[in-house]
């Protein structure tokens, strides 16, 4: 399926896109956090993870030019009773605010309606994105389409020397999410403090639930005819 939006199209990436969308994604995240927390490493993974399908699971939109301008993935996981599908988006700053956001949102729900159909309708399925707490415009469209604050959380990025490397992993970098038992999205909340060792990122934890299990639903249904 191809979708036209000003001189752009969407396709699914290819494997030899992976440098250019680990481009992308730190263009997007610098201006916010001064760093780079995702690295091609991260990428691969994310494209190699169990049951993730890169021709179905992702999206990335592109220019005239075959320049990645947007990318997106899905990611399905499940947890007790609880299908989470789990949304990584990141659009270019200059191409931000062109519905770009919101054209890559419908696609994913759309795909993960087509996933959850292979799942048992007990369960309750919910989308989920983790938003930088500062980035309001990206924080007010996902509210727009549904999404609800959960809670926030602290993402700890360390970056160790080749001493610390040894020691504690194959990899220089380490990643750390720490929840914050909160609501609180207060401006002056945001607190961002980076050393040579570690930088640490708030984020909020957004979900919209898009299907709730069957007995659930009936139980519901019934209260509403007791009330009726």
């Known amino acids: 399926m ?5 001189n752009l199209s969407t396709r699914p990436p290819v494997l030899d896109d992976l440098s250019s969308v680990t481009a992308l994604v730190a263009r ?5 956090t001064g760093l780079a927390e ?3 490493e991260d990428i691969n993974r994310r494209w190699f993870a169990p049951g993730f399908q890169l021709a179905t699971d992702a999206w990335t939109i592109i220019t005239h030019t075959n320049d990645i301008i947007s990318y997106a993935d899905i990611h ?8 989470e599908f789990e949304i990584f988006l990141r659009v270019h700053p200059a191409y931000r605010h062109r519905g770009i956001e919101t054209l890559l949102i419908w696609l994913i729900e759309e795909r993960a309606r087509q996933i959850l159909e292979e ?4 369960l309750r399925v919910v989308l989920s994105i983790a938003l930088p707490v500062q980035d309001q415009s990206i924080i007010d469209l996902f509210e727009h389409q549904g999404y609800l604050l959960t809670h926030t959380f602290w993402r700890l990025l360390f970056e160790h020397n080749a001493q610390q ?4 992993s194959s990899s220089n970098r380490q ?9 609180n999205l207060q401006g002056d909340s945001v607190v961002r403090r980076q050393t040579g060792i570690y930088s ?3 984020y909020g934890l957004y979900e919209k639930i898009i299907r709730e299990p069957v007995a659930q639903m009936k139980k519901h249904f019934e209260c509403e005819e007791l009330l009726a």
């Open 2 to 6: 191809i979708i036209r939006l000003s």
């Open 28 to 32: 997007c995240d610098l201006p916010l």
């Open 38 to 40: 995702v690295v091609e």
């Open 76 to 83: 399905s996981k499940l947890d007790g009773q609880t299908l």
């Open 119 to 122: 799942f048992s309708d007990r």
């Open 165 to 168: 490397q040894e020691r504690f």
């Open 175 to 183: 990643m750390v999410d720490l929840v914050i038992e909160t609501t």
């Open 200 to 202: 640490a990122r708030q």
